[in-house]
């Protein structure tokens, strides 16, 4: 018998789902972050920050890098720090109510666009109805990730727009978590100690 019978192409990997940080997490750049998967796949996986800001970058700021316009641009709009790699590229994931050419739908909710074009459609309020812009990404090659989830450093749970898109920063990874059902103050990184 096959046993990859009625198996999905996407069985097995996380795409369109929360990955937890654990506590024990030591690389400062993933210590508590909460990380929406765009992709992943046997040639390796790649998603976005959604719970830490780029504190030196605004919106307004961003679009005048690019040449755009960013005349009455609403400076609430935050740019995330998506993750440590191509941290100059820019990346909006957002509600499915917005489809570009290049847009990558990611789950029903939630798709995922990278060009100026959106950018320019945010400015002028034509854009998706919830968007998070991030800088960066992370990124991990074939197997990486499921290496460092088999070494107790990550957790992963269901995503929900509700949580992917908002704003309240403070205690997102607490409330991912909680999805779990799990005490974050129990968790340990020592497998074995009470």
């Known amino acids: 018998m096959n046993q990859n019978a ?5 069985e097995g990997y996380l795409t369109g789902q929360l990955l937890i940080a654990m506590p024990t997490m030591r690389d400062p750049r993933f210590a508590r972050t909460v990380i929406y998967m765009c992709a992943h796949n046997s040639d390796g996986a790649m998603g976005l920050v959604i719970n830490r800001l780029v504190g030196s970058v605004t919106f307004p700021d961003l679009l005048q890098q690019l040449g755009v316009d ?9 740019v995330h720090f998506g993750g440590p790699v191509e941290p100059g590229r820019g990346f909006v994931l957002h509600s499915g109510d917005y489809q ?16 100026i074009e959106i950018l320019r459609d945010i400015a002028t309020g034509q854009g998706p109805e919830r968007s998070l812009l991030a800088l960066g990404y992370a990124g991990w090659g074939p197997g990486q990730l499921d290496s460092e989830i088999q070494a107790n450093g990550w957790l992963h749970v269901e995503a929900d727009a509700s949580l992917v898109f908002d704003d309240d920063l403070t ?3 607490e409330r991912a978590i909680g999805k779990l059902g799990i005490d974050p103050t129990l968790l340990s990184g020592d497998a074995g100690h009470a």
Request: hydrophobic content about 35%; glycine content about 10%.
């Open 6 to 10: 009625g198996r999905g192409p996407n």
């Open 70 to 78: 960013a005349a009455g641009v609403n400076d609430e709009i935050r």
């Open 100 to 115: 570009h050419d290049t847009t990558l739908q990611v789950a029903s909710e939630v798709a995922l666009t990278a060009t």
């Open 171 to 173: 205690d997102k990874w």
